[in-house]
């Protein structure tokens, strides 16, 4: 007899299969970044460098394009560029994962590469409920099912997931997304021996006043000295410049007390400006980098106005990008192993005044500013257009809305100045790295697909080197 995994499963290649050439012809198909073999993709999971090779899992719906019971899909790469379709790793179907085997993160153990990931059940009532639950794999490819290792502790509603696990001083702690029962977010704290039993020792951040009804995602780690907590925030209201996309990412800086099971921190600062990312997963990788990646998408934020869906697909993930603090302030810079993809220099110059130039749909501009500049407009292929203006402060991303073709906009400052920008387009994407990772732009870019005009307005005579590369797909 068929079990209900393997017809689930079955179920998934066959939609692969059926709308492999539909995909294949999307203009919008990207050329190097983890995107669904069909369906949608939302978070990244269980990143990990594992025996050498990085793996990244991801939340996967095959059958349509909008969310449900997801599955796990998951890629390979040795070298972070370059990367394999792997067989799917953990199926919904159990009882204790029946609607979907949500977002979590892997560890090494014992030999093994384990993954704690969310058990998201509706139960006879209609009523949510979550399980926290392990699967454990000998060759990183196969899973096996442990079933359920934590169930709702008390406090919390059943908007209760997305395990990320990590090792201190011979100990296991895990933060879990989390809302409180008076539906205020926050990170709840647990710590094991083993892997096995789980104590709650509380929150190790939220309730904060203002800061929304549903912290999802959470990531802590060390950096530099400090600890620093990532999440994804539910329910924000936007204040001006910041806060604009439908749910957000940030993090706090501080010192956790591992005792007390309490982060200190800060303020909670946006991780990324642009109008596409959320629930990012960072990992140590084997060369000791924090490394990160993002979705390239935002939950019940313009979905349904995608033109992929046409094309039996939604979303991707971001580049990888490894993670500074520098001066309490997260940098996020696209991992090194990106220059792999440069197959061709297309130009290098030092203007003074402005300029266009035709940009392949899979490429990499850089741009270096001598001094400071005044004012400076980059239109990439009449879709969107970057400014910044000294007078101001702001640097600014403008392109129409997904949703009604009205100009949308998301800013940030830099007190310092615009000094250096590191853009890299892929079919439908853009992702904007400016000073140095300080600040970073991710979004979708639909542009005509046969447009390929970059130009540069530049009302100053200061100078500017420009270089750009043809990227691989
Ligand atoms: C974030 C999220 C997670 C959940 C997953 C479900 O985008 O809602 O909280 O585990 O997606 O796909």
């Known amino acids: 007899m068929i079990t209900t995994e393997e017809k689930l499963r079955k179920q998934a290649y066959e939609a692969v299969e059926k709308y492999r050439d539909t995909v294949q012809k999307d203009p919008y198909r990207q050329g190097y970044h983890m995107m669904p073999p069909v369906g949608l993709l939302n978070d990244p999971n269980g990143w990990i460098q594992w025996r050498g090779t990085y793996h990244m899992f991801f939340q996967w719906m095959p059958f349509h394009t909008g969310h449900g019971a997801k599955f796990w899909g998951h890629y390979s790469s040795e070298n972070l560029v370059d990367w394999k379709l792997e067989p799917i790793a953990l199926t919904p179907s159990d009882w204790f994962d029946k609607n979907g085997c949500y977002s979590g993160s892997a560890i090494d153990h014992d030999d093994k590469l384990k993954v704690f990931y969310t058990g998201n059940v509706r139960n006879g009532h209609g009523e949510r409920e979550s399980y926290q639950c392990l699967a454990e794999s000998e060759n990183g490819i196969e899973f096996k099912k442990q079933g359920v290792k934590l169930e709702l502790p008390e406090g919390y509603s059943a908007h209760f997931r997305d395990p990320k696990v990590w090792e201190h001083e011979g100990k296991w702690y895990m933060v879990v997304g989390a809302q409180t029962l008076e539906n205020q977010g926050a990170v709840a704290f647990l710590e094991s021996d083993d892997l096995e039993s789980w104590t709650h020792k509380g929150e190790l951040a939220g309730p904060v006043e203002g800061l929304g009804y549903m912290w999802e995602c959470p990531d802590a780690f060390s950096l530099n000295g400090k600890d620093v907590l990532i999440f994804s925030p539910q329910g924000v209201e936007a204040q001006g410049i910041d806060f604009n996309n439908q749910y957000q990412t940030g993090y706090v800086v501080g010192k956790l007390d591992y005792e007390k099971g309490k982060l200190e921190h800060g303020v909670f600062n946006e991780l990324d400006r642009g109008f596409e990312f959320y629930a990012p997963q960072s990992m140590l990788d084997e060369k000791g980098r924090r490394l990160l990646v993002g979705w390239m998408g935002v939950p019940d934020q313009n979905e349904e106005h995608h033109p992929t869906i046409q094309h039996h697909w ?10 500074k603090l520098v001066e309490g302030e997260l940098y996020q810079l696209p991992v090194k192993e990106m220059e792999q993809l440069r197959e061709e220099k297309l130009f290098e110059e030092v203007v003074g005044a402005d300029l266009s130039h035709k940009l392949p749909r899979t490429s990499e501009l850089v741009m270096d500013v001598d001094g400071s500049l005044n004012q400076f407009e980059l239109q990439l292929f009449d879709y ?9 402060g702001y640097f600014t991303m403008e392109r129409s809305s997904l949703a009604n073709g009205n100009t949308e906009s998301r800013s940030c ?8 920008m590191q853009v890299f387009i892929d079919h439908s994407s853009v992702e904007i790295f400016v000073n140095d990772g300080k600040e970073v732009f991710t979004s979708r870019m639909f542009a005509d697909p046969d447009e390929c005009m970059v130009k540069v307005v530049h009302k100053g005579k200061e100078r500017l080197k420009l270089t750009a590369w043809k990227l691989r797909n």
């Open 314 to 323: 939604i979303h991707n993930l971001t580049l990888p990008r490894e993670l």
């Open 413 to 420: 400052r830099l007190i310092e100045g615009l000094q250096q």
């Open 384 to 392: 969107l257009k970057l400014s910044y203006s000294k007078e101001t």
